[in-house]
């Protein structure tokens, strides 16, 4: 209600004051050839009837093919990438009912939560310095972190947030494509024993950071893999297959009763505007998809 009230000042104008000039008018300036300062990004929340339509429009032609591809009972959780575009975007699509919106700039990200309605669900899917851990910690409605892949970062988490009563959900982020310029923890397979890189991180986050709690596993996958017509997606699998895996190796350690009841509570994040039907089929719970609905996206300056 606070809150509320804090945005609805924000965008009502203020009467002005009428102030004497402290310093005479300065006249127009000759065209400069320098170029202009990029201003930064728009935080106004108003948004035109044709945007919002279009933006609702975008959002149910993806829900409506997310539930075509979902096996009976299996839902996917439809998260709105909205990095480098609006606040106002986002408001069109809160307004329609969306709650779930993904950035990849934690300063971006950051921002438009402290003028967007505090029930948001955030999502960060950007590479998390350890030197941003307190930024993101900072954000009271982070639904969850889906890009953890190293003991320091958690461990800067787990600073950040201790004392403070809060816990944050994170995905651990897995390299399914052996990509160099894709961050994330090597996938498991069959062959892989608890020494695993990926069972440590599980392990650590468990044992040495009680304010963060592994809500299942995050990959981005390869662009070709995600654009390849008709096969089965090698991405998918490996992220499907590290989490039996890593579930096999947990229960293994007592972390979990059974195998299976490590799968069933390990979520799996995975599908973007190019493959995202593709990656429900394949059981995704969660897919991130940006261009389809806010349309392509400026090259980041
Ligand atoms: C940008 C981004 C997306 C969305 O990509 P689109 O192809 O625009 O749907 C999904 N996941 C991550 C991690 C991203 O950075």
Redesign the pocket.
């Known amino acids: 209600m606070q809150r509320t009230a804090q945005l609805a000042s924000r965008l009502v104008p203020r009467p002005s004051i009428p102030r004497l000039p402290l310093r005479p008018p300065v006249p127009a300036r000759a065209a400069s050839t320098k170029p202009k300062p990029k201003p930064a990004m728009s935080q106004s929340l108003e948004y035109t009837a044709d945007r919002g339509a279009e933006l609702r429009e975008n959002v149910e032609g993806v829900l409506s093919e997310i539930k075509a591809a979902a096996a009976p009972g299996h839902e996917a959780r439809l998260v709105a990438?909205s990095?480098i575009k609006p606040a106002s975007d986002i408001q069109a699509l809160y307004d329609a009912g969306h709650r779930h919106f993904?950035e990849?700039y934690i300063q971006e990200m950051a921002d438009k939560a402290a003028v967007l309605p505090a029930d948001i669900c955030w999502h960060f899917?950007?590479s998390l310095q350890s030197n941003k851990a307190k930024l993101l910690a900072s954000i009271p409605n982070v639904f969850v972190l889906?890009t953890l892949a190293s003991v320091k970062l958690a461990d800067k988490l787990q600073q950040a947030l201790a004392g403070s009563g809060r816990t944050l959900d994170v995905y651990l982020q897995v390299n399914t494509s052996g990509e160099d310029a894709k961050s994330g923890v090597e996938p498991l397979t069959a062959a892989s024993d608890d020494s695993a890189p990926l069972v440590a991180l599980a392990e650590h986050v468990r044992a040495a950071c009680p304010a963060l709690r592994v809500r299942g596993l995050m990959t981005?996958g390869s662009w070709e893999a995600s654009h390849a017509e008709g096969t089965q997606n090698p991405d998918f699998a490996a992220l499907k297959e590290t989490r039996e895996n890593l579930a096999r190796l947990l229960a293994g350690k007592g972390v979990y009763a059974s195998a299976e009841e490590g799968v069933k509570s390990l979520e799996i994040s995975m599908g973007?505007?190019?493959d995202f039907v593709e990656a429900v089929k394949d059981g995704s719970n969660s897919v991130?998809?940006?261009?389809?609905i806010f349309g392509a996206?400026p090259r980041k300056q």
């Open positions: 990438i990095k993904g990849n899917v950007g889906e981005i973007m505007s190019a991130r998809v940006g261009t389809r996206r």
